[in-house]
């Protein structure tokens, strides 16, 4: 009788372990900024009706943290999905997965609640290949999500006759640091300076800039610091320093003083959200469309990656990968966008960041 007995516990305890296991799915994301907007509304989809915790509570897609919990059904049936986000740049998402950094997500997906939890992330989003990183060993498996795109954007103080950037200018600016408006508006009365804010060496956003203006992706940019009230702060940035996401960028952008007009180069979601989109610059005289990025005309785009650290479990892959995960997801937002947007639309490509543009 002991014996059936301990064979029955055994038994009710392997099933115990199994159910736990099962219970249980978490997938842990980092990297780019510049496609947090439309990795938020992707996962958001994915779990649909069954998303019952978030943690900032919608609208998070500003966000560079943010904890789901809930259901995925058409990927893990009925066990809890724990999808945390910690966004701090494209090459610091490569550095992490390639070096098994740790990166610090909320812990819980209650609103509100600000404990947080360290870990290495399963996966990073890039705007850019990995071969433009130093971080190039181990090779990363890539999956290419769609098309991000950039814009240079202009502080709300900063006169509306600002309205163009061009390679030549762009060059010249990130070298300096500033520039008076007169080299924007042919009216070279005009000595004010505008000051130019950034991204550090880690960010996709500030080598995809650097790349597609012929700077450099990886050169060193004089950047100037201006604090949350919108004055300048010291002297300018130098080198590596710079804002770790395009929303600290953009917030400058929004309370920049007449005293100091800037500019900034932003990830499209990030630079729509500065005066509506009122602010964005038109590249070598072509504005930003969807359409005009489709047909090669506007040239300030890169590919959005997904990489998967090597060794990588089953779960994550298939969130990423599956039929029914994140890349479809992301696909059937981008098919509809007017920001980002899908492969499938480009009627263009390029082989490297911010290479030459070549119909496909």
Avoid at 207 to 233: E, R
Avoid at 242 to 249: K, M, V
Avoid at 275 to 293: D, I, Y
Wanted: aromatic share 8%.
């Amino acid at each position: 009788m002991n014996h059936i007995i301990k064979h029955a516990a055994v038994a009710v305890s392997a099933v115990g372990l199994t159910v736990a296991v099962q219970a249980q799915v978490e997938i842990r994301i980092t990297g780019s900024t510049a496609f947090r907007a439309t990795t938020y509304a992707a996962i958001r989809n994915l779990y649909g009706a069954n998303l019952t915790g978030q943690n900032p509570a919608p609208d998070a897609s500003g966000k560079n943290q943010v904890t789901f919990a809930g259901t995925i059904p058409a990927l893990f049936g009925a066990q809890t999905v724990t999808v945390r986000t910690s966004y701090s740049g494209s090459v610091e998402g490569i550095q992490s997965l390639v070096l098994g950094n740790n990166e610090t997500f909320l812990a819980s997906p209650n609103a509100g609640d600000v404990t947080t939890v360290s870990g290495p992330a399963d996966i990073a989003f890039s705007d850019v290949f990995q071969s433009t990183t130093d971080f190039t060993s181990p090779v990363l498996s890539d999956t290419k999500v769609g098309i991000v795109s950039f814009a240079w954007v202009r502080s709300v103080t900063t006169p509306a006759a600002v309205n163009n950037m061009t390679h030549q200018l762009a060059q010249q600016f990130l070298a300096t640091g500033d520039l008076p408006i007169g080299q924007f508006t042919g009216d070279l009365t005009q000595t004010q300076d505008i000051f130019l804010v950034g991204r550090n060496k880690l960010s996709g956003t500030r080598i995809t800039t650097q790349a597609d203006c012929g700077y450099g992706g990886n050169a060193d940019a004089q950047l100037w610091q201006l604090d949350g009230a919108g004055g300048t702060v010291g002297t300018t940035f130098v080198q590596s320093t710079g804002f770790t996401s395009g929303g600290n960028a953009a917030a400058v952008l929004k309370v920049a003083t007449a005293a100091n007009p800037s500019l900034s180069y932003l990830g499209i979601s990030d630079g729509i959200g500065v005066n509506g989109g009122a602010n964005l610059l038109t590249f070598n005289g072509v504005p930003f469309t969807v359409s005009n990025v489709w047909n090669g005309n506007y040239s300030f785009w890169s590919y959005e990656h997904t990489f998967l650290k090597p060794g990588i479990g089953a779960n994550p892959k298939k969130f990423v990968t599956d039929p029914a995960g994140l890349k479809a997801a992301l696909d059937s937002i981008l098919q509809t966008s007017t920001g980002n947007t899908a492969l499938s639309k480009m009627k263009v490509a390029r082989n490297a960041d911010g290479g030459p543009i070549f119909p496909q």
